[in-house]
T-cell receptor, first 116, second 111 residues
Framework: EAGVAQSPRYKIIEKRQSVAFWCNPISGHATLYWYQQILGQGPKLLIQ????????DSQLPKDRFSAERLKGVDSTLKIQPAKLEDSAVYLC??????????????FGPGTRLTVL | SQQGEEDPQALSIQEGENATMNCSYKTSINNLQWYRQNSGRGLVHLIL?????REKHSGRLRVTLDTSKKSSSLLITASRAADTASYFC???????????FGAGTRLFVKA
């Protein structure tokens, strides 16, 4: 079974530039998550999709971050414009469903973003 | 918030010893999961325990859950150098859809 795919693996940009990350979840997984993980901290949930609908985006900085999951499969996360504090690893994960439907999450390798 | 808080923040043991990590949370849960993260394999799901379960085993891992105390523990028996990683607990609230990761316990196993 193929795992969660993410690209790019690394990205270096200057502040105020834009950047986009792509995620392809495990086939058949209805729930997709984007996390931000700053060095030394746990993953922080940015946004959670159930199919192509948003379940939770309460911690997404909506003035600069946006995400979409067209057709309920692939997803993109965009930052525009980037700030120095956005330097982090961005993790994508997927799960079969929610709660009792099976919410064990499978993570991709992440994208390490450095904002200079 | 149902965010888990792990304790201790860091743990250093010798190979062959057991390692115990604890997690506390504040609200009622649907389930609680433990994950491991190391540089080689990224973030990996270890085990899920449901709110109506008290103990669960998987290989050298043993997880307990005490919903009355709102706490869980992860025991790794006969630790190996390869167990060196950060371990996170992630409770899922009773709504069943929100899973929040804690800051993690950093385990270092010395060979």
């Amino acid at each position: 079974e193929a795992g969660v795919a993410q690209s790019p693996r690394y990205k270096i940009i200057e502040k105020r530039q834009s950047v986009a990350f792509w995620c392809n979840p495990i086939s058949g997984h209805a729930t997709l998550y984007w996390y931000q993980q700053i060095l030394g901290q746990g993953p922080k949930l940015l946004i959670q999709f159930q199919n192509n609908g948003v379940v939770d985006d309460s911690q997404l900085p909506k003035d600069r971050f946006s995400a979409e999951r067209l057709k309920g499969v692939d997803s993109t996360l965009k930052i525009q414009p980037a700030k120095l504090e956005d330097s982090a690893v961005y993790l994508c994960a997927s799960s079969l469903g929610l709660g009792s439907l099976g919410n064990e999450q499978f993570f991709g390798p992440g994208t390490r973003l450095t904002v200079l | 918030s149902q965010q888990g808080e792990e304790d201790p923040q860091a743990l250093s043991i010798q190979e062959g010893e057991n390692a115990t990590m604890n997690c506390s949370y504040k609200t009622s849960i649907n389930n609680l999961q433990w994950y491991r993260q190391n540089s080689g394999r990224g973030l990996v799901h270890l085990i899920l325990i449901r709110s109506n379960e008290r103990e669960k085993h998987s290989g050298r891992l043993r997880v307990t859950l005490d919903t009355s105390k709102k706490s869980s523990s992860l025991l790794i028996t006969a630790s190996r150098a390869a167990d060196t990683a950060s371990y996170f607990c992630a409770p899922t609230g009773t709504g069943g859809f929100k899973t929040i990761f804690g800051a993690g316990t950093r385990l270092f196993v010395k060979a």
